[in-house]
């Protein structure tokens, strides 16, 4: 999709970031309270945090979002970059929106110094991994949580 454009939110981006969050959201059948993300979202906006957002624009329409976080490793001495969300709207999956969302994050922690950058999907979101099987490494980890 050549067509398509990548940039940083911006403030007047918030209702659009916002309609497509909540679909990511739904998406994975979960829900998070109001305050979590005005908070996620005004992060994105304060250049203090290590935390990013981009948006994929086709014309006027944001189809697509990506989300990143860099931290450190006890493993690097540089920063390694967590892309913690990704989301291209469903009528235009498989058409290359998700891998240049990817690519943006790539070259930004690339820039940024970073040593790798790792994300995670659902096991069942086969679409997805078609995509991410074809740019990374499967890392062999089973992630486990513990919700405190």
């Given at each position: 999709?050549?067509?398509?454009?990548?940039?940083?939110?911006?403030?007047?981006?918030?209702?659009?970031?916002?309609?497509?969050?909540?679909?990511?959201?739904h998406f994975y059948d979960t829900e998070?309270?109001?305050?979590?993300?005005?908070?996620a979202w005004q992060r994105f906006l304060?250049?203090?945090?290590?935390?990013?957002?981009?948006l994929a624009w086709r014309g006027n329409?944001?189809?697509?979002?990506?989300?990143?976080?860099?931290?450190?490793?006890?493993?690097?001495?540089?920063?390694?970059?967590?892309?913690?969300?990704?989301?291209?709207?469903?009528?235009?999956?498989?058409?290359?929106?998700?891998?240049?969302?990817?690519?943006?994050?790539?070259?930004?922690?690339?820039?940024?110094?970073?040593?790798?950058?790792?994300?995670?999907?659902?096991?069942?979101?086969?679409?997805?991994?078609?995509?991410?099987?074809?740019?990374?490494?499967?890392?062999?980890?089973?992630?486990?949580?513990?919700?405190?």
């Amino acid at each position: 999709m050549s067509n398509v454009e990548i940039r940083p939110v911006t403030p007047a981006d918030h209702s659009v970031w916002l309609q497509l969050w909540q679909a990511y959201l739904h998406f994975y059948d979960t829900e998070l309270p109001a305050e979590t993300s005005a908070l996620a979202w005004q992060r994105f906006l304060d250049p203090t945090e290590p935390t990013h957002a981009t948006l994929a624009w086709r014309g006027n329409q944001a189809i697509g979002l990506g989300q990143w976080i860099f931290h450190r490793s006890n493993w690097t001495v540089s920063h390694n970059c967590y892309l913690q969300d990704l989301f291209v709207q469903p009528d235009v999956r498989c058409g290359g929106v998700g891998r240049q969302l990817i690519e943006h994050v790539l070259t930004q922690a690339r820039n940024a110094g970073s040593t790798n950058v790792h994300w995670l999907t659902q096991a069942t979101n086969h679409t997805a991994m078609r995509l991410y099987d074809q740019m990374a490494k499967r890392s062999g980890f089973v992630q486990y949580r513990h919700a405190l």
